[in-house]
């Protein structure tokens, strides 16, 4: 029996339990869309851009913990989504890529929309510096190997994207239907190293013998879906745990022993308390920039004298920017599972660590204490603080938050409590403006039960409006929360502190403050949209948007104050030699 390609693709993705796919059209695919508008068991959620489309997949994989799938054209179709792709990669997150190209006929030829000034034929090629593989189908009865290849490699070892670039003509070629049955026959679940309990009993009993432990943790803990396995490890070994931002909810903000989130924008606390360390075990995290303070050893990390132990999937973030005296190489859910067993074969009693925890508690009254007098701010524009404050009063414990950049991802990272793992997407690797808003229909999409709040600047909204077009016709209730400070905030806060102007990063208009009226722009897509008027306003209009349960604006303006920082980024020592500089206020 022979039937479509395009066909056959859909049924594929059928029997895969794929439910949604985010995409645009084009004349590369529109094969495929045919296919998928008789689909019962998939939803086509229509973008107006191939950047959100590739934004909310992202979103969506992170709730589902599934590779999310989009579909795009071929050309500036493959370009738009390519931001969106890359930010997935960084953050290690799963996600098929199905795009349309050019006849297979015509490479070479020059045909309408061909990437060609260097090489025919070839656009797959753009994606291969950030997706861990990329795929050109040359022949209708590759394509069944190639789908079942491309889904096992996102979701497996390290999930990522991965590319299926797919000439137009093979989309409307007959194959043999049963190269795609006999997939059925494979399992879909590839099991993931783990760790022997020889191993697990060294690093337990090295953590037991250390003065100071802590562990330290990141987004590989969420991908694993290992917060539980983590959470019990830490209640029975009582070691306080860090985070990157990435890592942030893996240990809810309330446990006793979560100090928070290290690196640039943490507190000193935290930071010393990592760098006065004489043993980390680091989880799931890769040691980035941000998150230890360009690795300058007098901030947050300094190794040596602090010893690592590293449990990472991916072999080679063992080693890469620390000196390691223990790596292994795991999936940190099962890894997780050997170490609270050995643990408590040797520790049949759960260790206690009072004094840590009281000092976790000081610090986090001082720390609240602090910003009391910014959280209760009547100033409008607000405050950010006070924003944050009232946003966490008003949700629900396990709704989720998507950031962009900025005040939204930096002071959220420091200040936002998240009480849920995998409660907050924000763009880590990538640090990708107008990932926010895309994300948040992603998330809805993927958990519709749950409250979705994007908190983003106006700058990052100003991306991709176009967001709200999707979430009209798609009917998909997230609340976009634009924490409008008239400005690309944070980098006009260095500008004025290192070279004191902020040419070309704040928005005016004849030298006047400017921006455009969200909430009517929001009402012009079809969308509620509310321009907040005072501080007042704010807590009682966002308690509203979440009763509406249909998509909401609220256009709130914000101070542009900076995130306080206590770590250090030598971008600092690049504008400022010498100097101790970081950001200053712009109102």
Known sequence: MRD????????????????????????????????LSKSEKIRFINTRHEQIASHAADGYARVTKKAAVVLSHLGPGLTNAATGVANAALDSIPMVVIAGDVPSHYFGKHPHQEVNLHADGSQWEIYRPFVKRAWRVDRPDLMPEILEKAFALAESGRPGPVLVDV???????????????????????????????????????????????????????ILADAAKELQEFVDHMAIPVSHSLMGKGALPDDHPLTLGMTGFWGTKFINDSCKNADYILGLGTSFKEADCSSWYPEFTFSFPPTKLIHIDIDPSEIGRNYPTEIGAVADLKQALTVLVRVAKKLYPVARKNAAMEQTIANQRKDF????????????????????????????????????????????????????????????????????????????????????VVSLIGDGGFGQNPAVLATAAIENIPAIFLIMNNRAFGTIAGLEKAH????????????????SPDYAAIAKAYGVEGVKIQSAAEFKPALEAAIKANKPYVLDVSMINNPVPTAGHWNIMDIYSPGKKVHHVSTN
Request: charged share 20%; with cysteine.
């Open 368 to 451: 609240k204490a602090n910003n009391a007098k910014m959280e209760q701010s009547d100033a409008f524009p607000m405050m950010p603080e006070r924003i944050l404050a009232d946003v966490r009063a008003v949700l629900p414990r396990n709704a989720i938050i998507t950031t962009d950049v900025g005040w939204n991802k930096n002071g959220v990272g420091q200040q936002f409590p998240i009480y849920e793992p995998g409660s907050i997407l924000t763009p880590g690797g990538y640090a990708t403006m107008g990932f926010g808003s895309p994300a948040a229909l992603g998330a809805k999409v993927a958990d519709p039960d749950r409250v």
């Open 167 to 221: 000439p137009m003509d093979i989309f409307s070629k007959e194959v043999d239907v049963e190269l795609f049955d006999r997939l059925d026959l494979n399992n879909k679940f590839i099991h993931k190293p783990s760790l022997d309990e020889e191993l697990a009993a060294k690093i337990i009993s090295t953590l037991a013998a250390a003065k100071n432990p802590v562990i330290h943790v990141g987004g590989g803990i």
């Open 499 to 514: 070279y004191d102007t902020t040419f070309g990063t704040l928005f005016e208009k004849d030298g006047e403050s400017y």
């Open 4 to 35: 479509l390609v395009a066909n056959q693709l859909i049924k594929y993705l059928e029997r895969r339990g794929v439910k949604h796919i985010f995409g645009l059209c084009g004349h590369t695919n529109i094969a495929v869309l045919a296919a």
